[in-house]
């Protein structure tokens, strides 16, 4: 007879601890799993976030410029051609000039001449002057307290982008006007403030990121936008409609929704290159144009439209479209009397997060010519939609291919923007699902 | 007359169809609307039908396929002997097109057209200032093959409004006289609108028709010029715009297949390891906030991860890893967009496995937990067995998500195609390549631009095989359970 092991409840023998271990591991890296997935979304979003934050601070001096007559409009008489022949150039010494004057108003102390001075001040900040003061002559004669953008180095001075070092190296600025800045700051000339015309100014040059600015491109997105939402929604809503409700079981239904969900998974710059082959090539529409944007992404959105709509549609129970069907009504009659009504929360949700997904999408805009450098506004649709524009996300890109290191602030700052819209589209997608989810 | 007016005049035609045809309805019984079969509002429907859409569908179907037309007749008319050496009658087409476009921006200024036609250097200048350059003066037959494109176009245009409107009234007209009180317009209308409906959900099927014709006829024309056997299987990537460019496939799809493989390596762990502990150990609580907050991984726009791997990723990578291990010191390499783009693809597999894994029935864990198993051994033992097949199905979708992938690419991978198995090199990949052959660029005429449709085509195979496989296998599992 062999004796029976002696088995303890209280004391593990070696075997459990070796299973418990194993647990307690499996247990603690399905744990770390998730936590490298969420470290993953927050080293991005303070990554970005850090970086673009700056962009939406700008430094601007303010400082009184008289716009003398003798210099601005040689004519005296306010004709707009004479007054058109003072260039950019002219305003600029004019600018240079008031900001000397204003430094000795100060008392600060400087080697820098006028010529240094004008480095100090944005490239766009003439053209801005002479713009005012072309579309209001009476300013000529009078002082005026302008505030003008302080140039791209002088801003990185502040965000931490330009040191003395660097600027002692660099032939656009120097640590001497570093050092006036900090006394300009001190005096209250030079400010920090709120930068408006990063969302509603238009891209600017290459030497200028602190100019730079998403207007066209928010329009040019919005354009596109609406492009998808009048084409996708109803097209999608009803081939939803049509497959969900109608369509026979046959091959040639399955040949369509396997098409459909194939759709769905082809890579965003294969859009692109249909786009280029068939409304560009084929169909002669211009390039940049928000039109031909829009209906790429309305091609690529349908799939992603048409599947959650048929799933609100099944949600829909039957008994509904007995019952109209029981009093009379006809097939169509059901579908957009009851069916479409209580699919419609569904249905909203999927296209707004369907528009979500395109608003983000680069890849097949940068083939459809997206890419080009729009400084004009596009006019007023219907006829803008075939203006060149921009697009969020590809002016994201831009930017990130300039040389300035400004231009890197501007598109984590873009980034953000478009974040915010996201953020902004998908809240109202989960508003409306919570508010008006129906569970049958 | 533009095509937006007259589409807006067809819409009015159709207002107008709307009221009479209800009013013709109610009129021929008198008022007494119960001796017509459907209520008057469908016989207003089924005239409106009837009279915009033939006229709107005509609109649209000429305006695609007037290009075709007025460039063929337009070319005819170019004597072949002027097409200079080294250019082809496509680039020559585009000429013809621009000095059009330039002269009707021209004529639009108030200029006088007569004269410039008469004289080539003027044409230039005049072009020149209204912002349309020319490399070349326009020849004679440019300018014969211009003046036809502007009168056929206006000839066209013409047609056009006149065929809409004809269809438009005869429409009317034909809904007009079958209005009798017998007329079943509900039926009618729900046919008419039954084929709308058919012609929505065919726009899906044209799409991919679209796509592999327009992939396919251009991929042939890239054949002609450069054979398809140095296509696949050369080693060499060196396009020159001069012409004499080696356009061998191999290094970018090892870049591609490099790129996905790091990304993977970086999201199927990570992905499956937290699927499995939202759903076999997360408490309910729990499970609600880290499901959305995993999935808002997914819901990043792509331009976002790039600049996160260019401006973050990139840098850090080169500081602490390449440089000091002396593996090289480029902030763009296969690493740094493999890293990155498997941030991206972690809520590809974690959501799907997560749906996978919790339709394995719990009467299996339930057995393997009542035989004393712990809950990590029914885990690995029971459940992912049960679920493997769908959770390779994950797998693959991931794959193809990242071999499709384009911006984190083209900002965090470089562009200098080679094979080389150090992880800290740039390298590039198909769609990077898509991207910088064809941006900017729409005269398909040279195998430099031609080729970015063979790589599409190439792409789109190899996703689409991808798809195929997960989703056959993906619905074959999901078979077993229901």
Sequence with gaps: MTATPRISLFAQDTRTKRRNAAEARFRSYGLAAIVLALLALVWLLISIFSGGLPAFKQSFLTFPVTLEESVLDKGGKRDPA?????????YAKVLAKALEAEVAAKGLETKLKTKDLTKMISEESPATLRDRVLADPSLIGQTIQVSVLASGRIDGYYKGRVTMESAAKDKNTSPEQLALADQLKAAGVLTMQFNSGFLTMPDASDKRPEAAGLGVAIIGSLYMMVVVLVLALPIGVAASVYLEEFAPKNRITDLIEVNIANLAAVPSIVYGILGLAIFINFAGLPQSAPIVGG?????????????????????????????????????LQTITHHVLPLAMPGILTGTIIGLA??????????????????????????????????????QIYNWTQRGDPGFVERASGAIIVLLVFLIAMNAVAIYLRRKFERRW | MSPGLLTLLILVLALAGYLIGRSRAVAQVAGDIRKLHSLPPFYGRITALLTAVPALLLVAAWLLAEPLFLESKALSLINPSEIPAGKSAAL???????????????????????????DPTKLKTALNDAGIVLETEPTVSTLAATQALRDAGKTSRLAMTAAALALAVAGLGFALSRITPEFRARNATERFAMWLLVGCSLIAVLTTVGIVASLLVESIHF?????????????????????????????LLWGTLYVSAIALVVAVPIGLMSAIYLAEYASKSTRSWVKPAIEVLAGIPTIVYGLFALITVGPL?????AEPLGLGNSSSSVMTAGLVMGIMVIPFVSSLSDDIINAVPQSLRDGSLG?????????RQVVIPAALPGIVGAILLAASRAIGETMI???????????????????????????????????????????????????????????????VIVRKYREQYE
């Design chain 1, 295 to 331: 209906l790429v992404l309305t091609l690529m959105t349908l799939p992603r439209i048409i599947i959650p709509t048929r799933a609100a549609l099944k949600a829909v129970p039957p008994s509904i479209r007995d019952a109209a069907l029981g009093v009379g009504a006809s097939n």
């Design chain 2, 371 to 379: 035989l004393g198993a712990t809950p990590s051994e029914t885990i």
């Design chain 2, 223 to 251: 054949f002609e010029l450069y054979p398809a056997t140095d296509f696949f299987f050369s080693a060499n990537w060196t396009p020159k715009f001069g012409g004499g460019s080696s356009l061998g496939i191999l290094p």
């Design chain 2, 409 to 471: 690419v083209v900002m965090g991978a470089g562009a200098a195609a080679q094979l080389s198995l150090n992880p800290f090199e740039a390298m590039t990949t198909v769609t990077v390549k898509i991207v910088s052959q064809l941006t900017g660029d729409t005269e398909f005429a040279s195998p430099e631009t031609l080729v970015a449709f063979a790589l599409g085509l190439t792409l789109f195979a190899l996703t689409l095989a991808l798809n195929i496989i997960a989703l």
């Design chain 2, 317 to 321: 990578l080169r500081d602490y890893f």
């Design chain 2, 92 to 118: 020559v087409m585009a000429d013809v097109r621009r000095v059009a476009d330039g002269l009707t921006a021209l004529q639009a200024r108030g200029d006088d057209l007569a004269p410039l036609l008469a």
């Design chain 1, 357 to 394: 997904q395109a608003l983000g999408e680069t890849a097949p805009l940068l083939l459809i010519g997206m890419v080009a450098f729009v400084r004009d506004f596009p006019g007023a649709p219907p006829e803008g939609l075939f203006d060149p524009a921009a697009a969020l996300p590809v």
């Design chain 1, 82 to 90: 004479i007054m058109a022949k003072a260039t950019t150039v002219t």
